[in-house]
């Protein structure tokens, strides 16, 4: 995507965040329309925010409960998915563990898809939420540095921050255990690796993630050391410069990657995120529409 294009679905996002801010009415561009959330993976905040979403702008929503779905009587995805076709779906909000799942299937069906989440790979309405914070905070994206903390390797929302931010001449740092770093070979060349300490100095945001378990193993979890180790602790807030903010997409593990209380610390904007996810995922569905 064009950084204009970025720029012009932030724009949107903000114009719905002050007409919800303003308990303005709403038009409902998406009366009658119907919108499935199509969720392959456990999701709580991608799923319901695009909820959220799609009813403001008055659309009727499905939610595809992949755990009590007739999958389990064997239907195939492929089936499922023309079975909604079938059924007159106009979005499909699609969430899938594999990496190009999605892509592939975009041109396969009469719904318009949006990627909700694709494996170790994409997630990009979670950076553009990721963005929204950002510009909210610093009324720019542009010439700052992002530190990225944990194991970017499984991140699908690093990939899609990286790939964003570099589009506006953001430095990206990623820091971790070393085992949940991308080799050398595979960093992108606008990113630079450094040890956590040092990438917090520097960092405008802190941004952590969790271990994703769920994707591999290489990295045996002790809580108590994962935070003395990588997450952020008083210890490492004290390092933070007093205007940088922290940000996680979610879900966190409190005491983990990060002290529970620093959660709701003045300098967090994780709350935040979540309802941006509101605002910017309207104009995402808003644009899909209108394609
Ligand atoms: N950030 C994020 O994708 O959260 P969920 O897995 O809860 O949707």
């Known amino acids: 995507m064009e950084p204009s294009q970025i720029l012009s679905l932030l724009e949107r996002s903000l114009f719905y965040s002050k007409q919800l801010k303003n308990k303005q009415k709403i038009t409902k561009i998406l009366d009658g329309k119907i919108v499935a959330n199509l969720f392959f993976e456990h999701s709580t ?32 995805l492929e089936d499922t998915l023309k ?18 799942y999605i892509e592939d299937l975009k041109t396969k069906y009469n719904f318009s898809v949006i990627n909700a989440g694709a494996g170790s790979f994409e997630h990009p309405s979670q950076s553009l939420l990721d963005l929204f914070t950002i510009q909210e905070e610093f009324g720019t994206l542009e010439n700052l540095t992002v530190a990225i903390c944990g194991d970017v390797t499984h991140s699908r929302v690093a990939k899609s921050n990286i790939n964003a931010l570099k589009k506006f001449n953001s430095k990206v740092i990623l820091t971790g255990p070393e085992e949940l770093m991308p080799v050398p070979a595979k960093v992108d060349n606008h990113c630079e690796v450094m040890k956590v300490d040092d990438a917090i100095k520097v960092a405008d945001v802190v941004m952590l993630l969790r271990v994703q378990h769920e994707r591999h193993d290489l990295h045996e979890l002790n809580i108590d050391n994962y935070n003395r ?30 002290s529970s209380h620093l959660v709701e610390h003045k300098q967090s904007r994780i709350f935040k995120q979540k309802e941006n996810g509101v605002y910017t995922r309207m104009a995402i569905l808003e644009w899909i529409i209108n394609e």
């Open 45 to 76: 905040r991608t799923r319901f925010s695009f909820e959220v979403a799609a009813k403001r702008l008055g659309a009727g929503v499905l939610n595809f409960d992949s755990d009590s779905s007739s999958l389990a009587k064997g239907e195939t």
């Open 83 to 100: 079975t909604f076709d079938a059924l007159g779906i106009d979005v499909g909000i699609i969430r899938h563990s594999d990496d190009s």
């Open 229 to 258: 180790d990588y997450g952020l602790n008083d210890d490492r807030l004290n390092l933070m410069k007093k205007n940088a903010i922290i940000m996680h997409p979610g879900p966190f593990n409190r005491g983990v990657e990060i």
